[in-house]
């Protein structure tokens, strides 16, 4: 197995990747650029979206368009290109917090992950947003009190939605949950992997073996044996995990940051990786110039399809 790179123009901060099975196409964000992208993989053509500030994640919706996570506030957009219709405020100040890693639950509710800009309040949170029955309900499903976070990442559900995962990238932490989907609830807060600090003193190295360091986790996908992939940022890498928590596989990148998985195509066992480019330095960039691009390679499992928001 071997990576491709899809895209030929890199983005500063690639994230919250998904295949749309209706469009045959993948949709991503560029957070730092305030973009929406999208593409049919083969046909070298990417179009861009721009945003009135960062998005922090997307999710397809049941009656067409997306649901969009910016920084000031929860949109819809009925079509690509379309206005911008806001559906929700969430419960944080967007001065020092907005929107991260989010998707879809198999009911359609929006779940939204926060990231702590100032990076000691470990103020992140997780809301769920549920617009079913049409008007926005919202509800803080992980709050600070609870479990102190910075950067709320990898998010995912077990193929029988009866647990949810979730990260905190600063504390190199994945934490798992037993989940009752009907009710909304989680209980039985578990670590599911726990990774070794960042050197204080730590930089690239062009060594295979990183300087030591092993990253730390980012965003995530579940195949459909329940295990779990996650990108490790500045790791160089994307692990494959076991409902378990044991460690089955690691996947080398040719970017020292990759973001996070999803699995598309027809057969959903093409893995795509977004990764990062901000930030990076010269001597980075220079061994990996793909830093930035959506990254592919076909995987012999095929991984969960996208849940879709229900409004």
Request: with cysteine; glycine share 10%.
């Amino acid at each position: 197995m071997s990576w491709q790179t899809l895209t030929l123009e890199p983005c500063l901060l690639g994230e919250s990747p998904f295949w749309h099975p209706h469009e045959q196409r993948l949709y991503w964000v560029d957070i730092a650029a305030r973009q929406i992208l999208r593409t049919q993989p083969g046909t070298g053509t990417v179009e861009r979206w721009d945003m009135p500030s960062e998005p922090g994640c997307i999710a397809p919706a049941a009656r067409g368009g997306l649901v969009i996570a910016l920084r000031h506030g929860v949109f819809r957009a009925r079509a690509w290109g379309g206005p911008l219709q806001n559906i929700a405020t969430l419960d944080y100040d967007p001065q020092h917090l907005r929107a991260n890693d989010g998707k879809c639950d198999a009911l359609g509710r929006f779940w939204i992950g926060t990231l702590d800009e100032t990076r000691v309040a470990h103020n992140a949170a997780l809301f769920a947003l549920d617009c079913r029955a049409g008007a926005a309900q919202i509800e803080r499903a992980l709050d600070p009190a609870v479990l102190p976070a910075t950067t709320a990442n990898g998010l995912a559900w077990s193929p029988d939605n009866r647990t949810l995962y979730w990260a905190d990238t600063p504390s190199h932490t994945i934490y798992a949950w037993d989940y009752d989907l009907t009710g909304n609830r989680l209980s039985g807060q578990r670590k599911f992997a726990q990774f070794a600090p960042k050197p204080a003193l730590w930089q690239f190295e062009p060594a295979a073996n990183n300087g030591g360091y092993q990253g730390r986790p980012d965003g995530a996908a579940v195949d459909v044996h329940g295990n779990y992939w996650v990108a490790m940022y500045e790791g160089r890498r994307v692990c494959q995990f076991a409902p378990d928590g044991t460690l089955l596989a690691e996947f080398a990148t040719p970017a020292q940051c990759p973001t996070m998985p999803c699995f598309g195509g027809e057969d959903l066992q093409t893995l795509y990786v977004t990764t990062a480019r901000r930030g990076r330095s010269a001597a980075e960039l220079a061994q990996f110039p793909e830093s930035g691009c959506v990254l592919a390679m076909r995987v012999p499992v095929p991984g969960l399809p996208v849940n879709f928001f229900v409004d």
